[in-house]
């Protein structure tokens, strides 16, 4: 062992001292365990990355740095690490793990891992795996009880720390080598029947429960049959395996169809309830699914998850023809009978497919012969907008818009066909729609603008401007309007100023932007005004009570 190595090695492993000498410290293991009982530990692995004058260990995959990798002076082979490095470290580890085995701090089951600097890049080596079979059959054994208690024969609402727990230990390969995809289903299944009715809470177990799937499909399952490239910027690319590489694998085996089914199960619960941004996930799912030859995945993909009942997924009557496809988040629309019932029926199937759990991300693929558009310049010109557009022409069938809006209606959601400076919240073309036809509709267009993520869409400043043109700055309008304009971007400028020389006006926006907080002051005046440094010289060129009123809004602003 050269001198370099030595001092590389000492360092590490003083690093490794530090770790546990500074757990040794801590006073709280006993009553962290006793949150659940599905907790064995509180550590199940430790990292050690090295770097001279620099190395660490923590409990948490501290990544890399390329560029300061590139600057190290010292270079392992794989040789050395496991033959010099590798064996003393994991006798350092043993030895301070001896001390703490039997107690909380050391979960039933440790990894030790090690990141080196080596000459052809970055070296990964588990150094130390480590399975305490008395605590995995203790664990066990509680897993079993808590199934059987809280979940099978359960009526109460279970807790998202325990779900957080269960929902990795039934994929865990140590505690179950064969996977029983049946009975780990139903066990998810148990726990969102239990929460159903706090509907926060179910949101936040379904979330974990999908949080582990995924991990256990990315990790486990799927490099198995694929050829897996990663990459920090988008999803993983994967690419079947050749013959000689799957021999052993036997796809038909009962363990690779067990996996293929938790794997369709994962996917079915990313498409119906994950946010938009993560379909492409559960999608890619079925598709990986079905290079493996599942023919169940094959027929989702053309006919959906399965998770609705067919009367529920299909519409015909003489007036129309729906179908809809939960998996591309579609449904097709034909209107046989340009009619008010026609689109009364396809209405109807669309809000129960909404109540049901059908993605609200969803669009629609409409065969109609009429095409019309909403009077808001800059919408997407899509199927789906052109059939909010033509049932609007209704006015018998305002209401009934209004319900599918309210369904429709969810922050962070976009229909599945507008993208960019185009995307659009479900439910905004029924809201726009009506919210330009009549001002019954003014408390709807208030519950949107609340929903609105701003952050990834401007549609609605198309919206106000169409809002303003229609209805001006009245008594009436200016409550929608301060409403509406504090989910407004950046890019909206309103050509209404003519209409606050009006010193009545002036006092409306005055009242009601003295109930927002400074920062919702600057949103609203921004599009009337401009920059607040207009609106501060405007009132210093003016008189009497019109000033006061400027000076008002500016000082609201935080001017």
């Known amino acids: 062992m ?46 050690l990355l090295y770097k001279p004058g620099r190395t660490v260990v923590d409990s948490l995959d501290m990544g890399w740095d ?64 480590y399975v305490n079979q008395e605590k995995r059959q203790l664990l066990l054994d509680r897993i079993r009880t808590y199934t059987e208690q809280k979940l099978e024969n359960g009526v109460h609402p279970t807790k998202p720390l325990e779900t957080h727990f269960l929902a990795s230990h039934l994929l865990d390969p140590v505690l179950y080598p064969a996977l029983d995809a049946a009975w780990i289903i139903r066990q998810y299944e148990r726990i969102q029947t239990l929460n159903r009715e706090r509907k926060e809470a179910l949101a936040e177990h379904r979330h974990t429960i999908i949080y582990g799937l995924t991990l256990w499909a990315e990790r486990q399952f799927l490099p198995k049959y694929f050829d897996v490239q990663t990459s920090a910027y988008r999803e993983n690319e994967y690419t079947l395996k050749r013959a000689e590489q799957l021999h052993g694998l036997n796809i038909a085996q009962d363990e690779a169809r067990n996996s293929i089914e938790l794997l369709l199960y994962a996917a079915v619960l990313i498409l119906r309830f994950e946010p938009s941004y993560s379909k492409p996930r559960g999608l890619k799912f079925l598709e990986l699914a079905k290079q493996l030859g599942s023919e169940r995945a094959e027929r989702m993909l053309t006919e959906g998850s399965g998770a609705y009942q067919p009367e529920d997924t299909y519409v015909q009557t003489k007036q129309v023809e729906g179908q809809a496809n939960d998996v591309f988040a579609r449904i097709t629309i034909q209107i046989r009978e340009e009619s008010p019932e ?4 396809a209405l109807v199937f669309i809000i129960r497919l909404l109540e049901q759990g059908f993605p609200k991300n969803y669009h629609i693929k409409l065969k109609s012969k009429v095409k019309q558009y909403l009077p808001v310049k800059g919408l997407a010109k899509s199927d789906t907008h052109r059939f909010f557009a033509n049932a609007l022409t209704y006015p018998e069938l ?73 209805y001006g700055v009245t008594a009436h309008s200016m409550p929608v309007l301060v409403h509406s304009l504090r989910r407004s971007t950046d890019g909206l400028k309103l050509k209404v100023l003519p209409e606050f020389e009006h010193e009545e006006k002036l006092a409306l926006l005055l009242e009601q932007v003295q109930k927002l907080e400074s920062f919702e002051v600057q949103r609203v005046l921004y599009p009337i005004f401009g920059k607040l440094e207009k609106l501060v010289t405007l009132a210093r060129k003016a008189d009497g009570r019109r000033k006061e009123l400027l000076l008002s809004l500016a000082r609201s602003a935080g001017k």
């Open 2 to 47: 050269t001198t370099k190595v030595e001092q590389a090695l000492e360092e590490m492993i003083e690093a490794v001292h530090e770790w546990f000498d500074e757990q040794a410290k801590r006073t709280d293991l006993q009553q962290t365990l006793k949150r659940t009982t599905l907790q064995m530990g509180i550590f199940d692995d430790i990292f």
């Open 66 to 129: 390329e560029g300061s990798f590139l600057t190290q002076n010292i270079r392992f082979t794989e040789e050395m690490v496991r033959t010099e490095i590798q064996p003393r470290l994991v006798e350092v580890v043993q030895e301070r793990m001896a001390e703490w085995v039997d107690t909380p701090l050391i979960d039933y089951r440790f990894i030790f891992r090690g990141k080196f600097p080596a000459s052809d890049g970055m070296l990964k080596l588990t150094l130390l795996e």
């Open 342 to 345: 026609a689109y009364r029926q």
């Open 398 to 470: 305002h209401p009934l818009l209004e319900t599918y809006a309210r369904a429709a209606m969810q922050q962070f959601e976009f229909y599945a066909d507008t993208e960019g400076e185009k995307n659009g919240m479900p439910g905004s073309y029924a809201a726009f729609g009506l919210g330009l036809a009549n001002e019954q509709y003014f408390p709807l267009i208030n519950d949107y603008m609340d929903q609105v993520d701003d952050e990834h869409q401007m549609i609605q400043d198309k919206f106000i401007a169409a809002f303003v043109e229609k």
